[in-house]
């Protein structure tokens, strides 16, 4: 710093021009008007030659950039970098008192730079947000007034307080957009949700309508179809006298396939009756080494004709049973009859036995079969899905077996498992506890 020996202090400005400029400070609302106040009085009572005001970027809150100047036609190219730590004037923003960079001392690129310069802090960086900047003086006498530092200090106060409000009017911005986002996606939603609600009651109707239709033309069916099995059956039993060997070949494939479409007709009938939940549950004790004694002797003729190893393994002392024992035996029919349908050689076990903790039994039937690919063991329990379900597939059936199967199972509390893979043959396993609570 130059010697200020033999040189007077400069004049401190009055009461009346501190309190004038506290007064425009407090009518400023931008930070330009504000900056460009303190540069006039710094020039007109501090007697300053050349000023520059930096203040954060608004566009960029970690760099300073010139604000307002005097004195310096080519300030407004400059820029100073926040994160720039080594740099001289970066840390001249954390000191309190006036700072004096004497000539030469680093080039600023800063047209002062050449003659020496005062920096002044405009003050601390409050949290989350950055310094309020600096003013860089040149004086025309040897020291700095002390109003200079007066000015800096009022200068920072308004400038950040002039930043909080742009803060604020920001976030008030960004909460009024995203509150305008949030109702028009909530009014978006709605109509979704009243478009899906609408759907589903069309979606219900449509199935109320279709299982209608099945259950009314399964009955329509299955009369007529009743009274064709009961007139083979008089005939092949000779009530109207004796028959030739090919006429009783042919009632008996008569017979046979009326049988069949009579079973898809009550599959469809059961499923009808499960969707619209009319499927009543009669629920008694029972035991389950008696109804799969009747499951394999109902099953006997296809049994025989298989030429496969069917096989029972019980556990000892099973307890009863209470259950609805049609229900729980058409699943075990369904089950044991589609091991035979997928089973061309080896065996066929049914295994069934009591787990004590948790009250359930399993009832399990396994084959030596095709198997069942993983990618393909959802699908199977879906209704009139089968693996294979083209027009020339070489396995029958409707595809509604297991699916009744699954639902069978959930009204009694239960549920069915599949462990399968191709040529490795299925085990689908019958879990239902001791005491069915549904009624």
């Known amino acids: 710093m130059p010697s200020t020996a033999a040189l007077p202090s400069p004049p401190a400005p009055g009461p009346e021009a501190r309190l004038a400029f506290a007064e425009l400070l407090l009518g400023c609302e931008e930070a330009r008007t504000c900056a ?19 203040a954060p970027d608004e566009s960029d ?27 001289p004037l970066v840390e001249a923003l954390q000191w309190t008192e006036p700072h004096w960079f004497p000539p030469g001392e680093r080039s600023l690129e800063l047209p002062l730079a050449a003659t020496g310069f005062f920096s002044l802090s405009l003050g601390p960086a409050a949290p989350g947000t950055p310094p309020p900047g600096m003013l860089l003086v040149v004086s025309a006498l040897p020291e700095l007034s002390p109003a200079a530092s007066w000015v800096a200090g009022h200068l920072g106060m308004h400038l950040s307080r002039l930043y909080k409000g742009r803060q604020l009017i920001r976030l008030e911005e960004a909460s ?33 309508a279709k299982s209608q239709f099945l259950a009314n033309m399964s009955h329509e069916l299955r009369t007529p179809l009743n009274a064709i099995l009961g007139y083979t059956n008089m005939l ?63 099953l006997d003729p296809i049994i025989v004709r298989s030429k496969l190893a069917v096989s029972a393994s019980l556990e000892g002392n099973l307890p009863q049973v209470y259950s609805d024992r049609q229900k729980v035996k058409q699943i075990v029919v369904n089950l044991l009859s589609n091991a035979l349908k997928f089973t061309h050689e080896g065996s066929i076990r049914v295994v069934a036995s009591y787990e004590v903790p948790t009250a359930t039994f399993h009832i399990a039937v396994a084959d030596t079969g095709i198997g069942i690919d993983p990618s393909h063991q959802e699908k199977i329990w879906e209704d009139f899905q089968q693996v294979d379900s083209s027009p020339t597939r070489p396995y029958g059936g409707t595809g509604l077996g297991l699916s009744i199967c699954r639902r069978l199972a959930a009204m009694l509390d239960g549920r069915i498992s599949l462990k399968s893979a191709p040529a490795q043959g299925s085990t689908f396993t019958l879990q239902i506890p001791r005491r069915t609570r549904r009624t």
Do not use: K, Y
């Open 36 to 54: 460009e106040a303190a540069v006039a009085w710094l020039v007109h009572h501090a007697h300053a030659d050349q000023v520059l005001c930096l």
């Open 61 to 87: 809150s970690h760099r300073l950039i010139p604000l307002a100047s005097h004195g310096l036609p080519n300030a407004e190219g400059f820029e100073l970098a926040l994160h720039d730590a080594g740099h």
């Open 176 to 208: 009024s957009e995203l509150a305008a986002r949030v109702n028009a996606a909530t009014e978006e939603l709605a109509t979704q949700n009243e478009l899906l609600r609408r759907q589903a009651i069309q979606l219900e109707q449509a199935s109320a």
């Open 236 to 298: 092949l039993q000779g009530v109207n006298g004796e028959l030739a060997t090919t006429q009783r070949r042919s009632l008996s494939r008569i017979d046979s396939n009326g049988r069949h479409l009579l079973e898809i007709i009550n599959e469809i009938l059961d499923i009808t009756r499960i969707e619209a939940g009319r499927m009543p549950l009669h629920l008694s004790e029972f035991r389950l080494p008696e109804l799969i004694q009747e499951v394999t002797a109902e």
